[in-house]
Every structure is written in structure tokens, then in C-alpha cells.
Nanobody, 126 residues
Framework: QGQLVESGGGSVQAGGSLRLTCTVS????????VGWFRQGPGKEREGITS?????????YRDDSLRGRFTISRDSAENTFYLQMNSLKPEDTAKYYC??????????????????WGQGTQVTVSS
């Protein structure tokens, strides 16, 4: 396991973009699962997208997220990202990165992930 730290959150107007970064405290093994989740006010935590680093296969909780949210990683660094475009007020939430290092299991189920960051707040105003 490694420690995860998110950065890049903040306030943005509707239609704007943000890129979140997750820094892992150890090298990400080639076959790992990394992902992003969020928890809005009064809501349960939900998945957004994840990535199996073995072959860079992305997973999305919902196809409606696929066009606005993109997960990627920097193989040279211990980091992965969430690019968020065309943000809407309903995207306001605390965003968490998660990982399961050295794993062939990947997807959007929260049980897959055994390391979590503390979260970073994203606020989208209309």
C-alpha cells in the first residue's frame, strides 16, 4: 500500500475545467488499479473513473461521465490525474483518489481499492 495525496481542487465557474493530481508515496507497479471518487453534499461516495495501469484500460461508472472526465497517469512519476471539463454545479463535491497497487483487479467497485487520499474540494458555481 502507499499513501495518496490529492491536489488541484478549488472553485471554478460552470463550464470551466480543473485537473486533479494524486501523488502516491511509492512507485506505482505496472499492474495496478487507480481511480477517482467523489462525495457531494448529503450524498454517498460514488465512483467516477478508474484505470488499470497494466494496459491503460479506463473504466467509468457511467457513460455520461466519459466525455467530461478523463483519467491518466504519468508513468515516470508516482502520479495520476483527473481532467475535468465542462464542469457543472452538480459536480460540486469532495474528490478522492484511490488505488490498489500490484493488482490485476480493476473497475469501479470501491471494495477493489485499499488506499485512499484525504480528498480535495471542488466547488462549481453557476
Amino acid at each position: 500500500q502507499g499513501q495518496l495525496v490529492e491536489s488541484g481542487g478549488g472553485s471554478v465557474q460552470a463550464g470551466g475545467s480543473l485537473r486533479l493530481t494524486c501523488t502516491v508515496s511509492r512507485p506505482i507497479p505496472r499492474s495496478s488499479c487507480v481511480g477517482w471518487f467523489r462525495q457531494g453534499p448529503g450524498k454517498e461516495r460514488e465512483g467516477i473513473t478508474s484505470l488499470y495501469t497494466g494496459d491503460n484500460t479506463p473504466y467509468y461508472r457511467d457513460d455520461s461521465l466519459r466525455g467530461r472526465f478523463t483519467i491518466s497517469r504519468d508513468s515516470a512519476e508516482n502520479t495520476f490525474y483527473l481532467q475535468m471539463n465542462s464542469l457543472k454545479p452538480e459536480d460540486t463535491a469532495k474528490y478522492y483518489c484511490a488505488a490498489r497497487l500490484a493488482s490485476f483487479d480493476c473497475g469501479m467497485a470501491q471494495r477493489i481499492f485499499n488506499s485512499w487520499g484525504q480528498g480535495t474540494q471542488v466547488t462549481v458555481s453557476s
